[in-house]
């Protein structure tokens, strides 16, 4: 009884690992998944930190050219510089996921079910 128990053990365990060995596949395919992914963060962090630069260089740009045009002389520049900066954090918050802006369709879709919800 003891050595049905054991090979019936020994041949789960063979299943095991012959199953394992087929999800996790070749070492090739791992290090090209790794790879990828490397390659994704990368992107994405190119992608967040020239959103920031961005939008910090655009408020700059506006702010020296309506200190150009109006007598406001360094105020322009520092109010845009800070809306700028404020603008491109708010973009990396949106691309990271934290802050979601609401499609317009949502918006209408949320006002409908406001005016359908029963008043107490």
């Not at 973009?91 to 802006?101: D, E, F, P």
């Amino acid at each position: 009884m003891e050595t049905d128990r054991q090979d019936s053990l020994e041949a789960r365990m063979e299943k095991l690992h012959k199953e394992l060995g087929h999800a996790q596949g070749s070492p090739e395919e791992a290090a090209r998944a790794a790879s990828d992914n490397d390659r994704k963060g990368y992107s994405q962090a190119l992608k967040i930190s020239s959103e920031f630069i961005a939008a910090v260089i655009v408020g700059a740009m506006l702010g020296y050219l309506l200190d150009l045009v109006l007598p406001t002389k360094p105020w322009g520049l520092v109010i845009f510089l800070l809306l700028g900066f404020c603008a491109g954090i708010l973009n990396v918050l949106r691309v990271v996921g934290v802050v979601t802006a609401p499609h317009p369709v949502d918006r209408i879709g949320e006002a409908r079910n406001k005016d359908k919800r029963p008043k107490p």
